[in-house]
């Protein structure tokens, strides 16, 4: 009777887990917003990013017409020569919290392709400097920089998280979260 007990309820955690949208596979949720931001973050040694090194960035993403969009620049000014990764492609977008996103896609790394990407931005008011974050994540490097991994705050810029309009439709098979 344990076991069974034990089966039942491990079987309805999973599906609660998984949600309705998951479970019947009908859509996923996306945010139906946009973020923009640049500047810079400040490695603090903890990270990939070298203490006192700048990482560079400008990025950009969200839900229009439809489509994932955005974009990505990051240069890794600790490294000879600096480490440039360049978005190619925006696969996914989502809201973490009220005032933080999530945008993953793939890039290029120095030139070369096949690398996947995770970036978070925070947009935590005005001014951005010093409040603000950015981080960081190259999936088949292990290369991660920003507010997450211990770099602090972005050190010059800022994060601009927009309202949606009637153009952030999602893609297909995605609803707005």
């Not at 770099?151 to 998280?161: A, H, V």
Request: proline share 5%.
């Amino acid at each position: 009777m344990r076991t069974f007990v034990w089966m039942v309820t491990s079987l309805l955690m999973v599906l609660l887990s998984v949600g309705p949208a998951g479970a019947w596979g009908t859509s996923q949720e996306a945010a139906c917003d946009f973020v923009t931001g640049g500047g810079f973050i400040v490695g603090a040694g903890g990270s990939s990013l070298s203490g006192g090194s700048h990482g560079n960035f400008g990025v950009g993403g969200g839900v229009k017409n439809g489509a994932f969009w955005g974009h990505l620049e990051y240069n890794d000014h600790g490294t000879t020569p600096p480490m440039q990764i360049h978005g190619t492609s925006v696969t996914a977008y989502f809201a973490t919290s009220t005032t933080e996103r999530e945008i993953d896609g793939t890039c290029r790394v120095n030139g070369a392709d096949g690398f996947t990407y995770r970036v978070r931005v925070n947009d935590l008011g005005e001014p951005g400097i010093n409040r603000d974050q950015f981080s960081i994540l190259i999936n088949e490097t292990g290369y991660h920089a920003g507010y997450y991994f211990g770099d602090g705050p972005i050190r010059g810029g800022n994060i601009q998280l927009h309202k949606g309009n009637a153009s952030n439709t999602p893609p297909p098979g995605f609803t707005c979260q």
